[in-house]
């Protein structure tokens, strides 16, 4: 089993900058790369972020590319998202998760290579 424990949401001002933090405990040997997703009220959770333990791949959903960045730490087991020029619509519960399966392009985006889950952290953007 791998635990995670996101940390860092809160409330801010469009174009302010957050950051939210991830650090995953237990069996993380077994699991190829960590993502962030996240989930609107009344919307379905979608894909924010991804990186790859082995290489440090990265990759990002079109609606934050230029603004977020994702970045970790191999020794701590942490993964960070800086998140910059927040808009109103970057508000929702952010969730870390831990894929244990196939890690590329064509499926970091998709919730079935992550096995596990943190518990989600809020992030409010005001206008």
């Known amino acids: 089993q791998v635990q995670l424990v996101e940390s860092g949401g809160g409330l801010v001002q469009a174009g302010e900058s957050l950051t939210l933090s991830c650090a995953a405990s237990?069996?993380?040997?077994?699991?190829?790369?960590m993502g962030w997703f996240r989930q609107a009220p009344g919307k379905e959770r979608e894909f924010v972020a991804a990186?790859?333990?082995?290489?440090?791949?990265?990759y990002y959903a079109e609606s934050v590319k230029g603004r977020f960045t994702i970045s970790k730490d191999n020794a701590k087991h942490t993964i960070i998202l800086q998140m910059n020029s927040l808009k109103p619509e970057d508000t929702a519960v952010y969730y870390c998760?831990?894929?244990?399966?196939?890690?590329?392009?064509?499926?970091?985006?998709?919730?079935?290579?992550?096995?596990?889950w943190g518990q989600g952290t809020q992030v409010t953007v005001s206008s």
């Open positions: 998760a831990a894929a244990a399966g196939a890690f590329s392009e064509q499926y970091v985006a998709l919730p079935e290579p992550y096995a596990y």
């Open positions: 237990g069996r993380t040997f077994s699991t190829y790369g």
């Open positions: 990186i790859s333990w082995s290489e440090g791949t990265t």
